[in-house]
């Protein structure tokens, strides 16, 4: 039995995780048994495994007082890590060379596709993110954006999303036209307020630095000088999005985003980012980035839901809707630019698989 003693004034509770969550997948992790109070924690299991949880609280308990904002999926990314790289520091593991800094907290890649996605938004203008939900797509995308703002490498970010419902009519909603369209971008707000303070990321859509709308105001307008993200672009539709995609102005990044087995489209109408994979493979300064059901950073049961519905897909012979077109350029895990001489994904690659 060990007893650790933290710094004095140690945000325990960000520590500690909600309902002691973060110590509790520690010792699931470990085989270990953590009782605290206060700031004393006292350790019990074999003398390797009390050891190595002590280490890790303690350079958690560092990374609070830095200003870290622990969250679950930091404790069970460094944990991972550890497993993999028992002598790893923690502090490298979460805030690596492809993390990125937003005001309320370090974003990092969670898996080899996520880092590979966040090198290519940094060294290409359009990039194409295709995979399940649950991988981050939009939430790194977003990141990335706020960073670029803060350190001022663009004036401006614009969010756009299909207004298309999921599988059912909402029928008439109440108020004006902004009204209207706010339940369909809801969820880029969620992303962007767990990047910014709400009253910070109000002042700033007020003044327009921050713009949130539909993907039909795009029509007509050349984005320059700015960081724009398309999210749910399988609800596009193919001239929507070769419109989308010309908005390009200078100066300017492009990240769409989107799960091409979960299209709301009417079966007639072809989806813009399954029609793009086969359009755009060929042009230099695009990149496509490819997760699958590996890359979930969700509940542990969203990873078993995606793949419980490959299965039946594969099992049925899915959706005609989905039927793969040729092959696009793939970012693999080890870079951005590391493809195949063909340009396109090797066999059995995410690339296929979505």
């Known amino acids: 039995m060990r007893k650790l003693k933290l710094r004095e004034g ?31 924690v006292t350790l019990d299991g074999l003398p390797d495994a009390t050891r190595q949880a002590e280490r890790i609280l303690f350079e958690l308990a560092n990374l609070t007082n830095e200003g870290l904002v622990l969250q679950v999926d930091d404790v069970t990314h460094a944990l991972t890590a550890l497993r993999q790289t028992p002598d790893a520091s923690i502090k490298e593991v979460l805030t690596n060379a492809t993390t990125i800094v937003t005001k309320k907290r370090f974003v990092g890649p969670k898996s080899p596709t996520q880092k590979s996605y966040i090198e290519a938004i940094e060294t290409h203008d359009i990039v194409i993110a295709i995979g399940p939900a649950g991988t981050g797509k939009t939430y790194l995308a977003m990141a990335m954006a706020v960073s670029a703002l803060m350190k001022k490498e663009v004036s401006r970010i614009i969010l756009a999303r299909p207004a298309v419902e999921a599988g059912e009519k909402l029928g008439f909603l109440p108020g004006d036209m902004f ?10 707000y969620d992303a962007l307020f767990d990047m910014m303070d709400m009253e910070r990321a109000n ?39 070769k419109m989308f995609l010309t908005r390009l102005g200078f100066h300017s990044k492009v990240v769409v985003t989107g799960d091409i087995t ?31 059901e590996k890359d979930v950073v969700r509940h542990r049961l969203v990873q078993d839901i995606v793949k419980a519905y490959d299965r039946h897909q594969s099992a049925t012979g899915g959706d005609p809707r989905l039927s793969k ?3 696009a350029p793939h970012v693999s895990p080890s870079g951005p630019n590391k493809w195949s001489s063909s340009g396109s994904p090797p066999r059995g690659s995410s690339g296929q698989s979505h």
């Open 325 to 327: 077109g040729p092959a």
């Open 179 to 188: 009204a209207k369209v706010n339940p369909y971008l809801r969820p880029l």
């Open 203 to 241: 002042r700033m859509i007020e003044r327009g630095d921050i713009e949130i709308a539909p993907l039909a105001f795009m029509r007509g307008r050349t984005l320059n000088d700015s960081f724009v993200i398309l999210d749910e672009a399988q609800n596009a539709t193919a001239e929507q999005m």
């Open 10 to 40: 140690t945000n325990t509770a960000a520590l500690f995780g909600h309902h002691d969550r973060h110590l509790k997948l520690i010792e699931e992790d470990l085989g270990v048994r953590l009782s605290a109070r206060g700031e004393e």
């Open 262 to 292: 979960q299209i709301d489209l009417p079966s007639e109408r072809v989806s813009g980012l399954i029609e793009v994979k086969e359009i755009l493979r060929d042009i230099d300064g695009i990149a496509f980035v490819y997760f699958d």
